[in-house]
Structures are given as structure tokens and as C-alpha cells.
């Protein structure tokens, strides 16, 4: 099973919600990734968790709040967003080498669509 | 500044071999070029990744220069389900780490029946 899993598909939110993101895989992957991908740009990534901690987030806004319950779950919850905000949400994972990273194939979920309005 | 440069698109008819180019001029030598794709409504997906040979899998084939400058994804026999954006990456130690794929602009693929 090479799959990771995102719900919703599709989300529609005001900028006074609080809604969350979910995203899961079973490949035994200990590396998680958020990347926002805006219409017609490619994707850039937002936080990294290796082994259910935060190793990297890339200067997102804390609007973004990212949680890694466990190995097989990544969630991304949501708060006060703006209307800019809105955006394709890919969720990736990884096989964790020890040392260098960089021969890792990733694996994205199709995505969650987010409007704000 | 742009680590890889690729033409915006792409046509190729069905059946045919389809070559996509990238070019990395500034490439480091411990920098590995990865391919990815993203179809239509699709998150992107792996192809194939090198270093300094050619390699071949069971999607792509990889041809790299010999002064790693660049490189060419070639899609043997386009099919329809290969019409798709196709991204070309360098990655490294720099930035967020290895973990990191810093996706260019990529080439979109048509592929004409």
C-alpha cells in the first residue's frame, strides 16, 4: 500500500472557522510533510515532522498549526484564516534514512481543496 | 534563483517517445535530480531520480549529461495518462535540509491522440 489518504477532498471555510485537516498513511513512513500549492504554482512546503516532532516549518503563518498525533497521522488545523489562504493542501511522507534525506522518494496525498471566503 | 530550468510545455502525439529537458547549470556534484509529475487534480508523484548515470525504471528513463548539466526525462511511449506536469529537482543538504523539494515551474505535457 503506497497510498496516503487526505479528508476532505473539498473545504469551504469563513475567516472566523476553526476546521482541521487530516492525513494518513500506513507505509511505516516516520517522515510527514505539509505543502500549500496555490492554482497554477507548484508546491511549497510548510512544516516537516520527522519521528511525531517538528523539524521544520517553513516561516508559515501561526494561523497554520500542525499536529502529528502519531507515526500514521498528520493533521494541519486551521484558524482565522484569509481569503489568500486559499489553496490546494498536499500531505507527503517519506521513509527516514539516518543522515541525508535527499534519495527518499516522497509520497502525496491527492490533496485537500481549501476556499476561505 | 532558479536551480533548474525547463520549458513551460510540451506536445507530444500518443504512442510516441517523448524526451523532456532540464537544465542545471549550476548544479553541485552531490546533488541528486529528481523527477516528479502531478496529473490533473493530483497530487504529485515520483518517477525517477539519479546522480551521475543513467537510469531506467519501469515509468522513465533518465539520461544525464556527462557534465551533469543537465539531464532528460524520456517517456518511451507517451499514453494519454501521461499528460501531466513534469517537475525537475535538484535536491541537497542546503535550506530545509534534505528533506526538502523545491519544486520549479515544471514542463506541462500534452499528449494529442
Known sequence: DTEVTQTPKHLVMGMTNKKS?????????????????????????MFVYSYEKLSINESV??????????SSLLNLHLHALQ????ALYLCASSHLSSGTQIQETQYFGPGTRLLVL | DAKTTQPNSMESNEEEPVHLPCNHSTISGTDYIHWYRQLPSQGPEYVIHGLTSNVNNRMASLAIAEDRKSSTLILHRATLRDAAVYYCILRDDSGAGSYQLTFGKG????VIP
Not at chain 1, 24 to 29: C, L, N, R, S, V
Not at chain 1, 83 to 86: L, V
Request: glycine share 2%.
Open chain 1, 21 to 45: 485537516l487530516k492525513c494518513e498513511q500506513h507505509m511505516g513512513h516516520r517522515a510527514m510533510y505539509w505543502y500549500k500549492q496555490k492554482a497554477k504554482k507548484p508546491p511549497e512546503l
Open chain 1, 61 to 70: 503563518p501561526s494561523r497554520f498549526s500542525p499536529e502529528c498525533p502519531n
Open chain 1, 83 to 86: 481569503p489568500e489562504d486559499s
Open chain 2, 107 to 110: 514542463t506541462k505535457l500534452s
